[in-house]
């Protein structure tokens, strides 16, 4: 547990509300806030896999919905 520190929480919290503001600027109602949480974490864990790999792990999640 060395490298874990609050500063990881606070970067993901900053990409979450550069993504809110930047891509998703329709984000009004809490409706479907959980549903771009979801998302958001999906891709934040997945961001250092390679593109090929990351399009096959998308595609097999998209078939689970």
Do not use: P
Not at 28 to 56: G, M, P
Not at 57 to 62: G, P
């Amino acid at each position: 547990y060395d490298n874990i520190t609050t500063n990881r929480i606070e970067v993901c919290w900053t990409h979450f509300k550069r993504l809110i503001l930047g891509a998703y600027r329709n984000v009004h109602t809490k409706k479907y806030l959980q549903k771009y949480v979801d998302e958001f974490v999906f891709r934040y864990n997945l961001r250092d896999i390679a593109t090929s790999a990351s399009l096959i792990v998308s595609s097999a999640a998209l078939m689970h919905v």
